[in-house]
Each structure stands twice: as structure tokens, then as C-alpha cells.
């Protein structure tokens, strides 16, 4: 039996991974601050602990797992991770846990280790047209990302990258691009676009307005969770280290995202534009070196994706009446 272990396993993208690898038969350990907030873990176990604090990594990152992914990062969407308020955290946090996870492969001979990495890598200056963003691999440098999170994120993969040149450590890094479908948080103030929309439209009326940040023409391609996580496992059985992207090539600006998820709830409302952080203003993810190298390619049209997350986000809605509503008539409101 395979012996997994899952770092970030709490979160939305890690907890997902975990619920995969056990079906197809692995042992799986988990570690995360939390617990999945929406459902339980399929973790065979599940350790909450601090990846930050060297004596957590060295405890649990050990030599008795033939694989490790790390997904663990201090993140969010655009109101977290562009407002500038967060800065310091997101670098400090996660470039500490992928300091500390290194340094425990290398010196635990960890067989095979699978990194997060980002889209937010790239140079902001290849994407400031809506239309026509450049975001193949080779085009990440000179670096120079729109945020913190992407500096961060393109210093721990060359972290990963020279402990593999230096110690030989088996190294597979993949830049997601935007990852979502149910169980991930849609309330939270961390919540990236496809749930903030989804929610926006599930508690919108007919004939009412949704709130959109900026003027709604910034572009993005969004990838459904069990697309990425074909991606991850075909990367992280193949003999290619990366950098590549995973993402979808189904670019689609912010308005019209809004107007597939109305489509789908049959929904009418209008588009209120209102100033926020709006991040860079196209991102497409550009496939050719994933096919190419590991044969990959998202098969879960956006239409679909969307779908499938926005009944689960508007049944949380409703849940959410009811246990307010339950609450006042309780007297606690």
C-alpha cells in the first residue's frame, strides 16, 4: 500500500486530494491548522499542527511516506491576497512551511514531493490585456508577480527546484490556475471568484443587482477540482519536475462568469460594478507543455464546473436561512 501524506489536507484543494488517494487505495496522513470546515476527512489520520514550527515538519514529514504533497500556504482570493493588508502573513507563513518542509525531505530521503505552486507567478506585465494574457511557463522571468503571494510562491519553487539540483530530492511542481468546486469556502472573506458569484446569485432575487469588483471585463480560466487533481496525479507519477501549468485554456471574463452561473440558477439580475481589488487583468492558463510532457488537458467544461459548485453553494445558502432563522425564533438573534 502506498503511504501519502497530505500537507494543507484541511483545505479546500488538500482535502479533496486526500478523499482521491484514498480511493484509489493509498494510507493517508493529514496535517492542517484545521479540520475540512464542509465535510469530514477521509484521512486515515489527521494531525492538526503548525507546518510553521520546525519540530511539527521534522515529527511528521518523515521517511516512512513514499509521497508527500504540499498544499499548505497562507491564501485566499482577490480581497485577501490583493488588498496589501495581508502581505506580511502570506509571505512569512508559507515561505516558513516550505522552508521547513524541504529541509525534512532532504534529510528524510522523502522519495517523491509534489508542490503547489501559481499562476500568480507570473509577470503582471503580460497581463494587463484582458484579451490576450501570456502565461506559458517560460515566460515567468524576470519575475515580477502583482502580489506577494506570487513572490512568494515563485521563491519556494526555486526552493524546491535547488534542493532537487543539491540533494537530489524528487521534485513535481504544478502553477494552478484558479481551482474550485463544492466544499470550499464561499463565506469567508477568502473565497475566490466562482464562489463569491455563486453566492452573490444564490441569494440574489430576480430583478435584483450583483456586486462585481472593477468593471467586470478582467479575464480569467477557471480549473474544477477534479480536473486539477487528474493533473496532479498524472504530474506526480511522471518523471517531469515542472514548472507547468494546470489550469483550463476556457477563458472567460468576470461579467460573463456571472452570467453562466445566472444561466444556470435561472436567474435574472442586473451587474453592479463597484471598486475592489481586482488582481491582473487577463490570466489564461497555456497547456501546450502539460500535454506535451505528461498528456494532460481538463476534460470539465466550465459550464459544468460551475453547475455542480453553485448547487452546493446556494443548498449552503439555504442552510444558512435556516439556522438563522431557527436562531431568532430561539431568541438569539
Given at each position: ?275 475592489g481589488p481586482i488582481g491582473v487583468m487577463g ?32 443548498q449552503q445558502v439555504d442552510k444558512n436561512k ?12
Amino acid at each position: 500500500m502506498i503511504k501519502s501524506l497530505v500537507l494543507g489536507a484541511g483545505g479546500f484543494i488538500g482535502n479533496h486530494l486526500v478523499s482521491r488517494l484514498k480511493q484509489n487505495g493509498h494510507f493517508v496522513k493529514g496535517i492542517d491548522l484545521k479540520h475540512p470546515e464542509f465535510s469530514e476527512t477521509s484521512a486515515d489520520e489527521f494531525i492538526i499542527g503548525d507546518l510553521r514550527d520546525p519540530r511539527i515538519c521534522a515529527e511528521h514529514v518523515t521517511s516512512e511516506f513514499d509521497e508527500v504533497y504540499q498544499l499548505a500556504a497562507d491564501m485566499g482570493g482577490a480581497g485577501y491576497l490583493f488588498s496589501g493588508e495581508n502581505d506580511f502573513n502570506v509571505m512569512h507563513n508559507s515561505g516558513m512551511i516550505n522552508l521547513n518542509v524541504t529541509d525534512c525531505a532532504i534529510k528524510q530521503g522523502i522519495k517523491n514531493i509534489f508542490f503547489s505552486s501559481s499562476a500568480c507567478i507570473y509577470p503582471k506585465e503580460n497581463q494587463l490585456d484582458p484579451l490576450n494574457p501570456n502565461c506559458e511557463e517560460s515566460s515567468a522571468y524576470p519575475a515580477d508577480p502583482d502580489s506577494e503571494y506570487g513572490w512568494e510562491k515563485i521563491f519556494s519553487e526555486r526552493v524546491y527546484l535547488s534542493a532537487m539540483r543539491n540533494y537530489g530530492l524528487n521534485v513535481h511542481i504544478a502553477r494552478f490556475h484558479n481551482v474550485y468546486g463544492p466544499f470550499g469556502t464561499w463565506n469567508s472573506g477568502k473565497e475566490k471568484a466562482p464562489a463569491a458569484l455563486c453566492r452573490k446569485v444564490a441569494e440574489a432575487t430576480n430583478g435584483s443587482s450583483i456586486e462585481i469588483w472593477g468593471d467586470g471585463e478582467q479575464t480569467r480560466s477557471f480549473l474544477y477540482i477534479d480536473d486539477c487533481l487528474d493533473g496532479v496525479l498524472k504530474l506526480m507519477n511522471s518523471d517531469f519536475e515542472g514548472p507547468v501549468n494546470i489550469g483550463s485554456e476556457e477563458m472567460v471574463s468576470i461579467n460573463n462568469l456571472c452570467k453562466v452561473i445566472l444561466k444556470h440558477a435561472n436567474k435574472e439580475a442586473t451587474l453592479h460594478h463597484i471598486e475592489g481589488p481586482i488582481g491582473v487583468m487577463g490570466r489564461n492558463s497555456e497547456n501546450s507543455l502539460v500535454k506535451e510532457r505528461i498528456g494532460w488537458e481538463p476534460k470539465i467544461s466550465l459550464a459544468e464546473g460551475i453547475g455542480k459548485t453553485y448547487d452546493w453553494i446556494a443548498q449552503q445558502v439555504d442552510k444558512n436561512k435556516v439556522d438563522l432563522s431557527v436562531s431568532v425564533e430561539k431568541g438569539n438573534g
